[in-house]
């Protein structure tokens, strides 16, 4: 009876291995698919400068489907191909990934140590445009120590408090690109530098080209959409409100209140 038992829990245990290998066999990535973009996230015309498919395959061939990590994967292909951005990994089960990528495209410089970086809409560091300016955010920090400066990889300052005022700097950038702006003309509409600056509550000062400012309350919560309803009283027919003695305040509720200096 207990070789029986003994028996019947060997093969038990042999199904089940079995059935894993199977299983590890049928789900192991065999293929990838590279979707381009443009910057504006529509599909794009394979570039003629585009990734090998069978380099970004040898970073994940064999991989489980199931439990391989998108965040690695994408980190690695960024190190690897800087002159490319990958932002998002699909899954197609059983054993194909589809890897969407963009063009990185410089929207701001930044002073770091004597050394001009350039950041890509994700933050990335990247390359300076070939022509034209991007917008100087150096003004919005005090401390600019970096933690991670390397191309291809996200920036990061040493003080959390500085991530967060990029990111809601690199917010209201596209916010104004939202309004239909085009990336070549964005320093031209808000200015080349001294354009963000912080006070010392906390609140996001925006300093636009043709005067006046821009102050968003707590700048960390749906900065897009309340900076693009401030815009929309910013550029208006009835008062100008484009100069150095005006400032706009959105508060934190969207509401949206303008003073004089006079």
Request: aromatic share 8%.
């Amino acid at each position: 009876m207990k070789g029986k038992k003994l028996l019947i829990l060997l093969a038990s245990i042999a199904v089940v291995i079995v059935f894993i290998v199977i299983m590890i066999a049928v789900f192991s990535v065999k293929s990838v698919n590279l979707v381009y973009h443009n910057f504006d996230g529509s599909n794009a015309a394979i570039p003629n400068d585009a990734l090998p498919a069978d380099d970004i395959l040898s970073m994940c061939k064999g991989k489980s489907v199931v439990f391989l990590s998108k965040s690695k994967l994408l980190s690695q292909i960024n190190q690897a191909h800087p002159q490319w951005h990958a932002f998002a990994v699909i899954k197609n089960f059983p054993n194909a990934l589809e890897i969407h990528l963009v063009r990185p495209q410089a929207i701001i410089q930044l002073d770091v140590g004597g050394d001009m970086l350039y950041l890509d809409s994700f933050g990335f560091v990247t390359a300076a445009p070939a022509e034209g300016a991007v917008i100087d955010v150096t003004s919005a920090f005090d401390n600019r120590d970096a933690a991670v400066k390397t191309p291809g990889q996200k920036f990061e300052f040493v003080l959390a408090e500085n991530n967060q005022r990029l990111e809601c700097i690199i917010n209201a950038v596209l916010a104004t690109w939202q309004c239909k702006v085009d990336v070549a003309d964005l320093s031209q509409i808000l200015g080349k530098e001294n354009v963000f600056t912080y006070n010392a509550d906390g609140d996001l000062l925006i300093h636009p080209s043709l005067g006046g400012t821009i102050r968003i309350v707590s700048p960390e919560t749906d900065l897009a959409d309340r900076l693009i309803k401030a815009y929309g009283v910013y550029y208006n027919t009835t008062l100008n409100l484009q100069s150095d003695e005006w400032t706009i305040t959105v508060h934190k509720n969207g509401r949206i209140t303008t003073s004089s200096a006079k």
